[in-house]
């Protein structure tokens, strides 16, 4: 089994900074693509930013130039680093991977996810 912990979380005024973490754990042969998605109250849950193993990201329009998504790959783990935080931010993070087991089979696996409020 493979858990996916948040980290980082909480209120934040408008033009403030967070920086979300996402440790991986258990039967972890190696990870894949890693990604933020964020689902706000009443909308779809939606994707933030992904990497890949060898470190490529991919960003939603919306937030390009204000989120960097980055990884360590020793420690399971990766980062999404927000600066200059809008109220539509606000929203519920939740942390995705695609994990190699160590039974060597493909698992998709979610975080619990965690709140980002943006209020002054």
């Known amino acids: 089994q493979v858990q996916l912990v948040e980290s980082g979380g909480g209120l934040v005024q408008p033009g403030g900074s967070l920086r979300l973490s996402c440790a991986a754990s258990g039967s972890i042969f190696s990870i894949n693509n890693m990604g933020w998605y964020r689902q706000a109250p009443g909308k779809q849950r939606e994707l933030v930013a992904s990497?890949?193993?060898?470190?490529?990201?991919n960003y939603a329009d919306s937030v390009k130039g204000r989120f960097t998504i980055s990884r360590d790959n020793a420690k399971n783990t990766v980062y999404l680093q927000i600066n200059s935080l809008k109220p539509e931010d606000t929203a519920v993070y939740y942390c995705?991977?695609?994990?190699?087991?160590?039974?060597?089979?493909?698992?998709?696996?979610w975080g619990q996810g965690i709140q980002v409020t943006v209020s002054s």
């Open positions: 990497i890949t193993s060898g470190s490529h990201t």
């Open positions: 995705n991977a695609d994990v190699y087991t160590s039974s060597r089979f493909m698992v998709n696996y």
